[in-house]
């Protein structure tokens, strides 16, 4: 820009900020006014409750992005030992493996495993112990989960109560002082500080919100993982309890030794005349 343009541009504020002052002090007022200024101001009372709950659904977020990983819950290193344990029939080798690799998934296997006592073998106990000790480990973590869900739920309806009440004082400045001069500008006030409450809570529910879906569904995926782990534990101990690991090996040299027995015990053929 020339300096000549400055100098004119210069002028120009001068002359405009004598003829409207109280305008140029509003705008001034706008332009220094942040949209976070705003909401504080705006929020009244109700900035305690909104500022709780970010805080809190942004620590849960970052809890459950660490918390719920499928390796937090189940490790195929971990439980192939133990099923190979099981293959053998060795219950007390797959107990000891689930006390040295303390997850949610050796704790519902050795919950099972302990059903069997005095090598009795009965699946609807063993099942019964994998399907309390799956409600219950898998419980735990789920309930940080829900927490969002609650988050989520609340904030629209703090944000509610405040738009009732904003708007509550606005209809009562209405009735008392009505419209015009100062009444209308505090009603738009109250009017505002409603329509911001309402914003607020939208804010604070539309990710956690979505955080929690995410969540539940990776979960989900998880709890599902455990299950068919507690599924192929049942079928490897009712396998194992029939020799059926050992069938196809002791077939083979069942199939052997008898070919060979018939091989010895096969008449020789007569000579031919």
Not at 2 to 16: A, D, E, H, P, Q
Not at 209 to 235: E, H, M, R
Request: glycine share 10%; proline share 4%.
């Amino acid at each position: 820009m020339k300096l000549g343009n400055k100098r004119t541009f210069f002028f120009l504020s001068i002359f405009f900020a004598m003829l409207c002052p109280d305008l140029l002090v509003t705008v001034a007022q706008a332009q220094t006014k942040s949209f976070g200024d705003q909401l504080v101001d705006s929020l009244g009372i109700f900035i305690a409750p909104f500022a709780i709950m970010v805080i809190g659904g942004f620590t849960l977020i970052i809890y459950n992005s660490i918390a719920i990983r499928k390796k937090a819950f189940i490790k195929d290193d971990v439980v192939q030992p133990i099923m190979q344990e099981l293959q053998g029939l060795n219950i007390e080798g797959a107990k000891a493996l689930c006390d040295q690799y303390k997850l949610p998934v050796t704790g519902v296997i050795k919950a099972g495993l302990e059903r069997i006592q005095d090598d009795e073998l009965d699946i609807e106990s063993i099942e019964k112990g994998l399907e309390e000790a799956s409600a219950l480990e898998l419980a735990k973590p789920f309930t940080w989960i829900n927490m969002l869900n609650t988050i989520g739920s609340i904030a629209p309806m703090i944000g509610l109560l405040g738009t009732v009440s904003g708007m509550i004082g606005a209809f009562n400045v209405l009735a008392e002082a009505g419209m015009g001069g100062d009444s209308s500008q505090q009603m738009a006030g109250n009017i505002g500080s409603a329509l911001w409450t309402t914003a607020a809570g939208l804010v604070v529910a539309i990710p956690t919100l979505i955080s929690y879906f995410l969540f539940k569904t990776k979960f989900g995926n998880i709890a599902a993982a455990v299950n068919q782990t507690a599924g192929d534990l049942v079928f490897t101990l009712v396998r194992a309890a029939r020799g059926g690991f050992d069938a196809e090996g002791g077939e083979e040299e069942e199939a052997g030794e008898y070919y060979e027995e018939e091989q010895k015990e096969a008449p020789e053929a007569p000579p031919v005349a």
